[in-house]
């Protein structure tokens, strides 16, 4: 296993060149482990190591991409970076202040800057509330506008921006098909006009015609509020289209993080390979090596020993059984956790 000390020497080059790039977000050497407990008393008996040392960089303006099966941890880091989950250990440095010591108070203000997009509208929109409602809670909370009229306004401007009118703020969720519902969440994200957004599968619930259409507003709004995203999926395909860079995540750890284009047309973890032969190629008359992955994903309680991958990968080796690797640079800003690379 890695020490410490060992993990945070791998990153020494990323701290190095903040010097030259504009770093909006750090993660460093960060963790969340949820306690599993049994027996009699409740005792803790084992934990859940759901995000275990990931440590990354987002610079300014730039999307990174965040993939993973089910169940690696991405959700949990998203939650965590926000502090809607507690994180175990490790820091988050947001514009030079460290999320993880904040107070509550101090957190609600920090989320004027960082906000974030569910996965689901239906079950993190009030079903209760009016849209109008909803979208201008965020802008009483933080006491951004002086009147129910410039609320109004500021409501019907945010609509506009995500495709849709005012003829909506009265309406209800339930009214709404999932796309309009996505927008309404992506209008609630930026009435307080953030710099960062999590973006937590926001497409995954939604039709494919429908998903395009939000994949398409999410890149205008980029460009037109100069925001910086780190967007979170399963769909290796869809985050090559919209990240500069991509991470890609298994069991609680990064083993791969790169240029997208690089990472895509040239993956050099096995993982890594073995998701992108799984993405349908449209060209029938295209030949690709398929890279099964016939073990079914341990469970994050019993982490195997060494490479927590090495239980499913094809290249297996007796090191690989017994050493865990290091998050190494092999190429200017790519960084890979192999052995054998």
């Not at 709404?176 to 006009?193: D, E, F, P, T, W």
């Not at 017994?322 to 800003?333: S, Y």
Request: proline letters at 5%; aromatic letters at 8%.
């Amino acid at each position: 296993m890695l020490s410490e000390i060992d993990y945070n020497l791998s990153f020494r080059t990323l701290e190095v060149r903040e010097l030259e790039n504009s770093v909006l977000l750090k993660v460093r050497n960060f963790k969340k482990y949820f306690p599993v407990k049994g027996g009699l008393f409740s005792k803790v008996v084992g934990y859940i190591k759901a995000v275990d040392r990931v440590s990354f960089d987002i610079k300014r303006g730039e999307t990174l991409g965040l993939v993973g099966e089910s169940g690696c941890g991405k959700t949990t880091l998203g939650m965590c970076i926000l502090r809607l989950i507690e994180p175990t250990s490790g820091e988050v440095i947001f514009c030079n202040r460290n999320i993880t010591k904040l107070k509550q108070r101090e957190i609600i203000e920090i989320y004027k800057d960082i906000q974030i997009i569910f996965q689901d509208p239906y079950d993190s929109l009030n079903p209760r509330m009016k849209i109008g409602e909803i979208v201008g809670e965020p802008l009483l909370i933080h006491k951004l506008v002086k009147n129910k009229t410039e609320k109004e306004a500021k409501v019907m401007r945010l609509l506009e921006e995500v495709g849709l009118d005012s003829t909506y703020m009265g309406n209800y969720i339930h009214q709404l098909s999932g796309g309009q519902r996505q927008r309404i969440s992506i209008a609630r994200a930026l009435a307080v006009s953030p710099r960062f957004i999590i973006c937590d599968e926001p497409t995954s619930a939604l039709d494919v015609s429908i998903q395009a259409q939000i994949i398409n507003l999410l890149e205008d709004l980029k460009d037109q509020l100069s925001l910086t995203y780190l967007f979170i999926s399963h769909d290796l395909s869809l985050v090559k289209y919209l990240s500069e860079r991509i991470a890609v995540m298994y069991l609680g750890k990064i083993v791969e993080i790169g240029d997208s284009e690089k990472v895509c047309s040239s993956a050099k973890h096995p993982y890594t390979k073995a998701l992108l032969s799984s993405v349908p190629i449209p060209d029938p008359s295209l030949k690709r090596e398929y890279i099964p992955l016939t073990e079914e994903t341990p469970s994050p309680i019993n982490i195997p020993s060494g490479c927590r991958f090495h239980t499913r990968c094809p290249y297996v080796k007796e090191r690989c059984r017994n050493f865990e690797p290091e998050l190494r640079e092999i190429e200017k800003g790519w960084f890979v956790a192999c052995h054998f690379i």
